[in-house]
C-alpha cells in the first residue's frame, strides 16, 4: 500500500474534535515511521540510509580507525566474553507436559550440536557496537544428533560473521544484506542502495539462515531523516564517536608536540648577522642535524667579537602532561564507564560521592546490570532467529514457545535469601519468595525431593564449620562446662554427714562433734587455690585463641595461595596457541576436545562458587585434563592449513612448555587446599578442647 492511500485509510471519516477522550475500536494501523521525518530518503528502494551511525555519516574512514582501536577493543572484550561464556539452558512453558519436554530435550541437543556456539555469541555480541550484527550458516541433518524416534535432527552448521555496516533495512523491516552484483540473484530481491547494492532476505530460505542481533534502538530526530535507520540498530559506535574524535584530535597534539620536543628540544644555530658565508654554515649545520628540530637566527657580534654558536633550548612538558591528563582522566574515562560501565578505577577518582563498600557495590550493580541486560537481548535474538527455526524444522507440529535463556547469577541473592532467613521466625514469609530468593523451583507433588534433615553428611558438615569458625569461649559455644565443680565450692550433706569420725577436716564447716575429743583443724584456703586455678584457666584459653587465630589466618592464605595458582594456571592456558584447522578436522580431534575440556574445568575453578572441597575435585579432574591434553599435543605435528593457519615447531614446543607449567599451577592449587583442610581439621580439634601440642 502506498504512502497516500495508507494516509487515507487511516484519516477517512476522521474523529470528532471533541472526542479526544475515545480511542475507539482497536486498528491495526499506526504511523509509519518513516514518515516521521522531514525529509524522507531511499524512496526509489524503499530502505533506511546506511547513514544511521554517527562515524559513517561523519566520515566512514574513522568507523574503520575506531574498529583498530586497542584501548576500544579491550573495552567491547571484557563487556563481550562473560555474555558469550554463560551457562545456558532452553525453557518452556510446562516441564511436566511430555510433548514440551520432548521438545525441549531434543532441541537442547540440536543447540548443543552447533559448533563453535561460545564462539557465535561471542561475535553476535558485536551488535553492541555497529547497533547490529549477523551471523549466516546452513541447516543440515546432522547424524549425531537424534530426536527421540531416532531421526537425525536439523542442526546449524557453517556458521560465519556478517558484518554489521553490511545490513541494512528496509522502511517494512526486512534485513538486507549488501552483495556483489557479478552473482546472479532475483531481481525482485535486489535493491541498489546509496552505498552498494543489497539483497532483501524477504523469502524464508534465505532468511532462516541468518541470525541478526541488534543492540539498542533510536528514533532519531525530526530533522535528521538520514539517520532514521537507527530504529533498527544503533550501537556504541555512534554514542563514542565525538569522545573518541575529540580523544583522537588530543592524541595527534601530543604527538606533534613529542616529534617536535622529543629530541631533546630546540637547536639554535646562530650567525654573524651580514656574514653571508656563516649564514650557508648554520644552514648546513641546521640541515645536518638530523631529525631535530633546528632553525638559525643572526645576531650582532658582542664585545668578545663571538656571534656563531650553537645553543639548545629546553622544550616545557607542562602541556603535553595537560594532554594526557584530559585524555586519560576525562576521555577515555567516559568511554569507560559508557562500555564497561562503573569500575573501581574510575570511581575511585571521585571521593565526594561513593566510598569505600558503597563504590565496590554500586560497581558491581552497574556491571551486573549491563551483563544481564546484553544476556536477555541476545537470548531474544536467539530465540526467535534460532530456536524458533530450529523448531519449526524440527517439530513442525509444536505450536508451544520454546525459548533460550542464559544463566546470569543474581549478586543480591544471597542477602535476600539471608534477609528472609532472619524474618522468618518473627513474621510469615510467603514460600514462593524463599524458592526466587533461593534460584529453586517449588517441586511439585511427584517430584523427587531432598528433605531438610535427611542429608546427616551436610549437617555435620554445617556443625563442624560452624565449630571451627567461632574462635573459643564465645558465648554461644562456651566451654566453660569443662571446669564445672572445680571453679566452685559446695557442701553436700549427703556425702559428708555431721557427727561422723571419718568426716572430721574434710571439706566441711566442722567435721565431728564437739565432745568428741578431735581438734577442730583450720579450714582450708580455698580462695587461694579457686584464684589459681582461675588463672590458669585464663593462660591456656589465652593460648588456645592465639593458636586457633594463627590456624585461621595460615588457613586463609593457603586457599587464597590455591586461588592464585588456579588462576595462574588460567593465563597460562589463555596464551596457549590453541588452533583448529579447516582442513583434516579429525586429525585434532583428540587435541581440541581435550583442550575444550580443560578450559570448562578451569573456568569453573576461577569463576565458579565452589567449596574447597568441590574446587579440590575440580582440580583433579583438571590434571587428568590436562595431562591428555598434552599427551594429544605430542601426537601434533607443524602444518599450514587451507586457511594459511600455519602452527610452528617453535608454537609446539612453547605449548608443551606451558602444559607444564599447567600441571605445576594445578598441583601447587591442590596443595594448597590440602593445607586449607588440615588447618581447618588443627582449627576444630582446638575448637573442641582436644589434645594439641
Known amino acids: 500500500m502506498g504512502v ?43 530502505a533506511y540510509s546506511h547513514r544511521y551511525d554517527e562515524a559513517l555519516r561523519h566520515f566512514p574512514q574513522n568507523a574503520l580507525a575506531m574498529r583498530r582501536d586497542a584501548y576500544l577493543q579491550s573495552l567491547l572484550q571484557e563487556r563481550y566474553l562473560p555474555t558469550a561464556r554463560r551457562k545456558w539452558q532452553l525453557e518452556v512453558d510446562d516441564d511436566k507436559d511430555k510433548n514440551q519436554k520432548i521438545v525441549k530435550e531434543g532441541l537442547t541437543r540440536c543447540v548443543r550440536a552447533t559448533k563453535k556456539f561460545a564462539r557465535m555469541r561471542r561475535y553476535l555480541m558485536e551488535a553492541t557496537w555497529y547497533g547490529r550484527y549477523g551471523s549466516q550458516g546452513m541447516w543440515t541433518r546432522d547424524k549425531d544428533s537424534k530426536d527421540d524416534a531416532g531421526n537425525p535432527l536439523w542442526c546449524f552448521r557453517n556458521h560465519q560473521p556478517v558484518n554489521g555496516d553490511k545490513i541494512q533495512f528496509t522502511w517494512d523491516g526486512t534485513p538486507a544484506v549488501m552483495v556483489n552484483t557479478s552473482a546472479q540473484w532475483p531481481a525482485d530481491s535486489l535493491m541498489y ?68 620536543v622529543g629530541t631533546l628540544g630546540l637547536l639554535v644555530f646562530w650567525y654573524e648577522e651580514g656574514n653571508k658565508g656563516a649564514k650557508e654554515k648554520a644552514e648546513a649545520n641546521a640541515k645536518n642535524a638530523s631529525n631535530r628540530s633546528a632553525i ?248 588456645r585463641r592465639e593458636v586457633f587465630e594463627s590456624l585461621r589466618a595460615d588457613a586463609e592464605a593457603s586457599l587464597e595461595l590455591s586461588k592464585d595458582s588456579g588462576r595462574g594456571a588460567k593465563d597460562v592456558f589463555d596464551n596457549m596457541v590453541y588452533f583448529e584447522p579447516t582442513g583434516d578436522f579429525e586429525k585434532f580431534k583428540a587435541f581440541n576436545e581435550s583442550m575444550n575440556t580443560l578450559d570448562d574445568l578451569l573456568i569453573d575453578i576461577v569463576h565458579g562458587e565452589l567449596t574447597p572441597a568441590e574446587a579440590h575435585r575440580q582440580m583433579g579432574e583438571a590434571l587428568e585434563a590436562a595431562k591428555e591434553a598434552m599427551k594429544a599435543h605430542r601426537k601434533v605435528k607443524p602444518f599450514k592449513d587451507d586457511d594459511d593457519m600455519e602452527v610452528s615447531a617453535d608454537d609446539l614446543k612453547d605449548n608443551g612448555q606451558k602444559f607444564e607449567n599447567i600441571i605445576l599451577h594445578i598441583k601447587n592449587a591442590r596443595e594448597s587446599l590440602r593445607t586449607y583442610a588440615t588447618h581447618r581439621r588443627e582449627m576444630r580439634t582446638i575448637k573442641e578442647g582436644g589434645d594439641w601440642e
Not at 586519560?328 to 562500555?339: G, S, T
Open 193 to 260: 542502495t546509496e552505498r552498494a547494492p543489497a539483497l532483501k532476505l524477504d523469502r524464508p530460505e534465505w532468511r532462516r539462515q541468518f541470525i541478526v542481533h541488534t543492540h539498542d534502538v533510536e528514533d532519531a530526530d525530526y530533522f535528521e531523516g538520514e539517520m532514521a535507520g537507527a530504529i533498527h540498530g544503533i550501537g556504541i559506535r555512534s554514542r563514542i564517536y565525538w569522545s573518541w574524535w575529540m580523544r583522537d584530535e588530543l592524541l595527534s597534539w601530543s604527538m606533534d608536540f613529542m616529534q617536535k
Open 296 to 543: 638559525t637566527l643572526p645576531r650582532i657580534a658582542g664585545k668578545d667579537g663571538t656571534s656563531n654558536g650553537v645553543e639548545q633550548i629546553a622544550p616545557s612538558t607542562g602541556g603535553v602532561e595537560a594532554l594526557q591528563g584530559m585524555i586519560a582522566d576525562y576521555f577515555e574515562r567516559h568511554q569507560e564507564r559508557l562500555i564497561v560501565g562503573q569500575s573501581m578505577s574510575s570511581g575511585g577518582r571521585d571521593t565526594q560521592s561513593l566510598g569505600g563498600t558503597g563504590r565496590a557495590d554500586f560497581a558491581a550493580d552497574t556491571k551486573y546490570q549491563i551483563l544481564a541486560y546484553d544476556a536477555e537481548n541476545l537470548d531474544e535474538t536467539l530465540t526467535d532467529d534460532f530456536v524458533q527455526v530450529a523448531k519449526t524444522l524440527n517439530y513442525p507440529w509444536a505450536d508451544f514457545p520454546v525459548r533460550f535463556k542464559s544463566i546470569v547469577p543474581d549478586p543480591e541473592k544471597e542477602s535476600r535469601l539471608k534477609g528472609l532467613t532472619t524474618i522468618w521466625d518473627r513474621v510469615p514469609v510467603r514460600m514462593a519468595d524463599v524458592y526466587e530468593a533461593a534460584d529453586a523451583v517449588q517441586p511439585e507433588e511427584d517430584d523427587e525431593v531432598v528433605e531438610a534433615g535427611n542429608d546427616q553428611e551436610h549437617e555435620q558438615n554445617m556443625e563442624e564449620k560452624q565449630v571451627a569458625d567461632r574462635p573459643p569461649g564465645d558465648k554461644d559455644n562456651d566451654d566453660s562446662k569443662e571446669w564445672e565443680g572445680i571453679l566452685t565450692y559446695a557442701w553436700d550433706e549427703s556425702k559428708h554427714p555431721r557427727g561422723q569420725p571419718d568426716n572430721a577436716g574434710q571439706f566441711g564447716p566442722g567435721g565431728g562433734t564437739s565432745d568428741g575429743g578431735q581438734p577442730k583443724p583450720d579450714k582450708p584456703k580455698h580462695g587461694d587455690r579457686v584464684s589459681q586455678l582461675k588463672q590458669q584457666r585464663e593462660s591456656y584459653q589465652t593460648a
Open 4 to 46: 497516500v492511500n495508507w494516509l487515507g485509510s487511516l484519516f477517512s471519516g476522521g474523529r470528532s474534535a471533541t472526542s479526544n477522550t475515545n480511542f475507539g475500536a482497536p486498528t491495526d494501523k499506526t504511523i509509519p515511521h518513516v514518515l516521521t521525518f522531514a525529509n524522507i530518503l531511499g524512496q526509489v528502494y524503499k
